[in-house]
């Protein structure tokens, strides 16, 4: 058994230095960028511990280390026996932290030369105050090559101290930042459950934590993170490796966990908390419509916020008496009935002509209709009807008999907005083990094969449409109840963009993971007009929701959450990996143990040659 | 022409008429005439753009004859969609194999079923694919993309074969195949053919098609130019000078 072995440096200082030089030069663009769009400064404000540490600091600091960490991560090569990592890589990560560091002292002498401020409004002296710390030139550029230097190091290290200890150290700087970040929502909860004097014991009154209490609550999470080291992975991997009725088992337990949350966590919660997850819901709803249409028939719809607003639409017209040509004056729950059929026949008049085009094509001709349907409620000709710009207020709430939902009472919407995400849920899933289900992927893998096969795919698409488009007009008729109102702006293409986004983040074609992308981009970073837990953030959502979505092609393709059937295929995989070795080449198989008497159950390598 | 026009005394299975077709207004397909007979191994020869894809498309009714008849058992079905077809004992195994790659090998498998609603029916013809294509069976929840290319092709005729075809239209079955693979596919496609089942192959490998089947078309720029015995085309100068790569 001969084991390769990857180059080896002679010492410290034989480096890559190409390479080293390429992550420097990304570590100082990335920093000079995040200045340059504003981060630092607009968040300079927001102390994270009081008076030593500003999100604004943290944002900048980030980067050294996040870019000191990925420079000195190595490449384990199949076969070849990875080098231990030490001295070597932590040379790299303080070098790509220097260079970092002394091109962030280029902009501040280029801050400190020239005016730019006319095409970069970020050129201010405010920046340039916030990089020098006020203390002028001379020392801003020393402390800037100096911290970035020391963290890159630290990212770097982060590859050399013993993995349990990397696992504290992340728990812990994670668990501050996310406390401070989430002051907001973290007291509204504590509200919730009684706990003020602690939330009023943690923070400073200004906001951020106290010294003190950064002391305390990391060694606090020190011993958490201690204490569960490897219990999480093992619980993780047992759920994993269960099969069958007992995995069956155990994700009905899961699922019945995640309802009894769903449905006891927004008693206890407040306006702020149960709002962002009305809004979570709301978005949710329109991610499941959508992953009907992209993820399962795969047709790239980019117009989908047209039936959002039909929905809106339908309901203000049906319920509101500011109705200006026709107001019924309806009850929420009948309108919903107009709500179907309308949403049915816009579904089948975008479809119709549109389903014959594919890919791109598709693409840009529901962009057009997507905008044509949001300026056709603004236009002057349908004015009359529709209200035009000024759109149709004073929508009533849903009379439930027993209660009333409207928006200022968030959590009532939140539970009209679960019954709705339930429905969606429930459907989505039957119909993606149904006949059409199969039909729509058949269609989303090979259009023309699917019809030689026999499946009528024209129908199947519009079936697509039609689904996506009900669920959507669900949405925006719950959206106008709560807001009471509806305008044409709501229904802005951006939020057919952030809903794709939503989908594809999530991972596309799977409802576990649609649901995780909406809590973690609409939640977590806000919908395009809702604040999200990360209220600082909200001037930089998109470029967030840009740079997440990059990443996520890059690495990990299938999305947060990979579909069951994406999860198997990879243990599959590994198991024929595992089979070949075993069956192969007996030299390797270390763990002997009764499998090794069976026969291997998939053979790869056996009848290739037949 | 005539009502039934048959050699052997029987009705064709499937059958074209004097077909034309055109794409926009460019003329495909020439007054052809083909049929093939219940059991028959048949091949359709020609170069590139003479019409084969197309007639397989019409054959299918995924294109339709601008006149002339494409007749299923006696029927006239120029107007049929091609579900009708496929229920009917149509099936194509596309070229390229073309296989649903993202899905599984049983999806693949059972999507080729798609219009059937007998349960039992499936089941049992899905063990007989398994009889058939043991390695088939082995890779069922593997991801039909990984699999190899000799592989693909199993899983591709495998998934016609669900539909319970009584004529399967191969497009181009040695096409993208490793050379040893391609004489395992033709055997393959021999053994299927021996089991009872009407073949129509399109192909470009005149050689190999010519030496398993029964008879053969020679189709050039939409025309039918050759249209004889497997052993009388086989013996033609012009096509030995054209396809076979003897002149």
């Known amino acids: 058994m001969s084991t390769l072995t990857a180059p080896m440096p002679s010492s410290a200082l034989d480096q890559d230095w190409k390479k080293v030089l390429r992550w420097g030069l990304i570590c100082g663009g990335a920093l000079i960028a995040l200045c340059l769009v504003g981060m630092p400064v607009e968040l300079d404000r927001r102390e994270i511990i009081e008076r030593y540490l500003s999100l604004g600091y943290v944002s900048v600091v980030l980067v050294p280390i996040a870019i000191g960490w990925v420079s000195a991560s190595q490449v384990v090569l199949e076969g070849f026996e990875s080098r231990k990592q030490g001295l070597f890589d932590l040379v790299t990560g303080l070098v790509v932290g220097v260079i970092g560091g002394g091109l962030l002292s280029l902009l501040m002498v280029a801050l400190d030369s020239w005016n730019l401020r006319d095409p970069l409004v970020n050129w201010s002296p405010k920046l340039f105050r916030f990089l020098t710390y006020e203390n002028g030139m001379g020392f801003g550029a020393g402390a800037w090559i100096v911290t970035c230097g020391v963290l890159g190091l630290a990212g770097a290290s982060l590859h050399v101290m013993p993995r349990a200890v990397r696992r504290i150290v992340g728990i812990v700087t994670l668990g501050l930042l996310s406390l401070s970040v989430l002051e907001e929502a973290v007291s509204d909860v504590s509200e919730g459950f009684g706990l003020e004097w602690l939330t009023d014991l943690i923070y400073a009154k200004k906001g951020g934590l106290t010294l003190t209490s950064t002391i305390v609550v990391g ?126 026949i816009v579904g089948l008049v ?212 990979p579909s069951a059937r994406r999860s198997r295929e990879l243990h599959q995989d590994e198991f024929l990996q595992d089979a070949w070795l075993k069956g192969d080449k007996p030299g390797i198989d270390d763990d002997a143990d009764d499998e090794d008497a069976a026969p291997v159950p998939v053979g790869d390598g056996g009848g290739e040659e037949e | 022409m005539s009502e039934t026009s048959s050699t052997n005394g029987a009705t064709a299975l499937l059958e074209f008429r004097q077909v034309n077709t055109h794409y926009g207004a460019v003329h495909i397909l020439k007054d052809v005439d083909l049929a093939i007979y219940p059991g028959e191994l048949v091949c359709l020869l020609g170069g590139n753009a003479s019409g084969k894809s197309t007639t397989l498309k019409t054959l299918l009714g995924m294109v339709t004859p601008t006149s002339g008849e494409v007749v299923l058992d006696g029927e006239v079905v120029n107007d049929k969609p091609t579900s009708y077809r496929v229920i009917n004992g149509v099936t194509m195994v596309p070229e390229n194999r073309r296989l649903f790659k993202r899905l599984s090998v049983k999806e693949n498998l059972e999507l080729g079923a798609y219009l059937r609603n007998d349960k039992d029916g499936i089941a049992e013809d899905l063990e007989k694919i398994y009889d058939l294509f043991p390695r088939v069976k082995e890779r069922l929840s593997q991801k039909s993309g990984t699999l190899s290319g000799g592989e693909q092709q199993m899983v591709a005729i495998g998934r016609a074969l669900m539909s319970r075809p009584r004529v399967l239209l191969m497009d181009e079955p040695s096409m993208g195949l490793a050379p040893a693979l391609v004489q395992q596919n033709f055997e393959l496609i021999q053994q299927i053919h021996a089991d009872g089942m009407a073949i129509f192959m399109v192909e470009q490998n005149a050689n190999m098609a010519l030496s398993i089947a029964d008879r053969g078309w020679v189709l050039q720029t939409g025309r039918v130019v050759l249209d004889d015995t497997a052993d009388a085309l086989m013996a033609n100068p012009e096509l030995r000078a054209s396809y076979l790569g003897e002149g």
């Not at chain 1, 047992?238 to 449905?263: P, T």
């Not at chain 1, 849903?398 to 969606?424: M, Q």
């Open chain 1, 219 to 344: 060694a606090v999470m020190v011993v958490i993170a201690a204490l569960t080291n490897g219990r999480v992975k093992a619980v993780t991997n047992r759920y994993r490796d269960m099969e069958g009725v007992e995995r069956q088992k155990a994700s009905i337990i899961l699922f019945a966990v995640v309802a009894v949350l769903c449905i006891v966590l927004p008693m206890f919660l407040g306006k702020i908390m149960n709002e962002l997850l009305a809004n979570v819901g709301l978005f949710l709803l329109l991610a499941l419509g959508l992953n009907i249409v992209v993820g399962l028939a795969g047709l790239l719809d980019l117009g989908y916020v047209a039936f959002f607003a039909v929905g809106g639409y339908t309901t203000a017209v049906l319920t509101s008496p500011n109705s200006p040509w026709f107001a019924p004056e309806l009850h929420f729950g009948f309108s919903l009935i107009f709500v179907v059929i309308f949403a049915i």
């Open chain 1, 350 to 561: 975008i479809g119709a002509p549109v389903i014959r085009m594919r890919g791109d094509y598709l693409a840009i001709v529901t962009l057009g209709f997507g905008e044509i349907i949001r300026l056709l409620f603004m236009s002057d000709w349908l004015g009359p009807y529709f209200g035009g710009a000024q759109g149709i207020t004073n929508v009533p709430g849903v009379d439930l008999g027993f209660a009333t939902v409207k928006g200022t009472d968030p959590r009532s919407v939140f539970y009209l907005v679960l019954f709705f995400c339930v429905i969606a849920i429930y459907v989505s899933w039957r119909l993606q083990a149904s006949r059409l289900g199969r039909a729509w992927m058949a269609i989303r893998e090979d259009e023309q094969v699917a019809e030689a096969m026999g499946i009528n795919t024209v129908s199947a698409k519009l079936m697509a449409f039609v689904v996506g488009a009900v669920l959507a007009a669900f949405s925006g008729a719950v959206l106008v109840a709560k807001v009471g109102s509806v305008f044409p702006t709501s229904f802005m293409i951006l939020i057919s963009i952030i809903i794709l986004v939503v989908v594809i983040v999530g991972g596309m074609g799977n409802i576990a993971g649609v649901m995780v992308g909406s809590f973690v981009l609409i939640g977590v970073l806000g919908g395009p007009k809702q604040p999200g837990l990360l209220q600082e953030f909200q001037n930089f959502k998109l470029l967030i929701y840009g740079m997440l979505l990059v990443f996520m092609m890059l690495k990990r393709p299938e999305g947060l959450v």
